[in-house]
C-alpha cells in the first residue's frame, strides 16, 4: 500500500545516532555509521524521529510500503531488549554490584562520525582521546571522561586529518576548555598535533592540556 514513511537520506546523516535513540518501535538502527530503517512495518510514519536529526536528514515521504505491524514492533522490542540485558545476567553478584556506572554524556564518540554542531558542544569541557587511552587507564571514566563530551580517534587506523573537522567544532561551539589524552606512542602525536593546529585556526584562546599515558597505563 502506499503510505507515509520515513525516509533517511544517507549523504547527509552524520551518524549521530540520536533518531535510533528517539524511535520508539526500533525501526532505525545505526549500520556502519549511517542510520538505517530496518524494516518498513516497524515504523508508523509518525516521524517522532524527525526534530532529534540535527543534520536533517530524516524526512516523511508517500511511497508502497508494508503497513505498520504492532505485534511485530512488540515481539522486536523485546527481543532488543533480552539481547541488551542478557550479557549483564552471566556476571556474578560480586561483578556485576563492582561495575562502575559509565560517565559517557555524548554519542556518537568517534572523531569522524560525530557532528560539528550539537547541543552536548555548548559550553562543553571537550576531551579529545586516542582510542587506546581509555584501555591503558583504568580509572579513565571517573577522572577524564566525567563532565566531558568525548571525541576519540586514532590518526593511524583512521588515517586522516582530524585539523578541519575538530576547527570547525571548536569554531561553531562554545568550548570551554580541551583536554587531550594521548597513548606515548610516537602515532599518538598526530593526535596532539591536530588538536593544537585546530585550536589555533579556530582563532579562539581556550584553556588546553595534554595527558600522556604510558603502556603501563601511568600519566607521565
Not at 23 to 41: P, Q, Y
Not at 57 to 85: C, F, G, M, P, Q
Request: proline letters at 5%.
Amino acid at each position: 500500500m502506499i503510505r507515509k514513511i520515513v525516509h533517511i537520506d544517507e549523504e547527509k546523516c552524520t551518524g549521530c545516532g540520536l533518531c535510533a535513540e528517539a524511535c520508539h518501535e526500533g525501526a532505525i538502527a545505526m549500520v556502519d555509521g549511517k542510520a538505517r530503517l530496518m524494516r518498513d512495518d516497524y515504523c508508523d510514519g509518525l516521524g517522532d524521529c524527525l526534530p532529534a536529526c540535527p543534520a536533517d536528514a530524516i524526512s516523511i515521504v508517500e511511497r508502497e510500503a508494508a503497513d505498520y505491524d504492532e505485534d511485530a514492533v512488540a515481539a522486536h522490542l523485546a527481543k532488543r531488549e533480552n539481547i541488551e540485558t542478557a550479557p549483564n545476567a552471566t556476571l556474578s553478584p560480586a561483578l556485576a554490584e563492582a561495575q562502575a556506572p559509565s560517565e559517557l554524556r555524548n554519542w556518537p564518540v568517534q572523531i569522524k562520525l560525530a557532528p560539528t554542531s550539537a547541543a552536548y558542544f555548548n559550553d562543553a569541557n571537550l576531551l579529545i582521546a586516542a582510542d587506546c587511552t581509555a584501555f591503558s587507564y583504568a580509572n579513565f571514566h571517573r577522572d577524564f571522561i566525567r563532565n566531558r563530551t568525548v571525541l576519540v580517534g586514532c590518526p593511524k587506523l583512521d588515517g586522516v586529518n582530524y585539523t578541519d573537522k575538530l576547527t570547525e567544532i571548536i569554531r561553531t561551539n562554545d568550548i570551554a576548555s580541551i583536554t587531550v589524552c594521548r597513548m606515548e606512542v610516537p602515532c599518538c602525536g598526530g593526535l596532539e598535533y591536530f588538536a593544537r593546529q585546530a585550536l589555533e585556526a579556530s582563532g579562539k584562546y581556550i584553556p588546553w592540556q595534554v595527558i600522556t599515558f604510558s603502556l603501563q597505563g601511568e600519566i607521565l
